[in-house]
């Protein structure tokens, strides 16, 4: 345990940080579920709708650091090729 107070403080600051990372990643793999879910069910629009908002969550997290920025890019155009597949 650390004895020095700014080294205490460090340990609150990341165990807050790893909590925030943790609900944002939880958030984006729910919303690519989503999308995979609505590719699933062959549905086209829902498919959209769920690519916009999945979307809208992986740049969010890759703006404040939370996903790398090429993660960030390899996971929306691998879910955009998956829905453009849909007949």
């Known amino acids: 345990m650390a004895n020095i ?3 205490k403080k460090r340990i609150l600051i990341d165990r807050r940080n790893a909590e925030r990372n943790k609900a944002v990643k939880s958030t984006i793999k729910t919303a690519v579920k ?6 699933d069910a062959n549905d086209k629009e829902a498919a959209k709708s769920a690519l916009n908002a999945a979307t809208v969550e992986i740049s969010k997290a890759a703006s404040k650091g939370i996903l790398h920025k090429k993660t960030a890019s390899r996971k929306i155009s691998r879910l955009s090729l998956a829905v453009n ?3």
């Open 85 to 87: 597949k849909i007949d």
């Open 34 to 39: 989503k999308v995979y879910a609505a590719i």
């Open 5 to 7: 107070k700014s080294a």
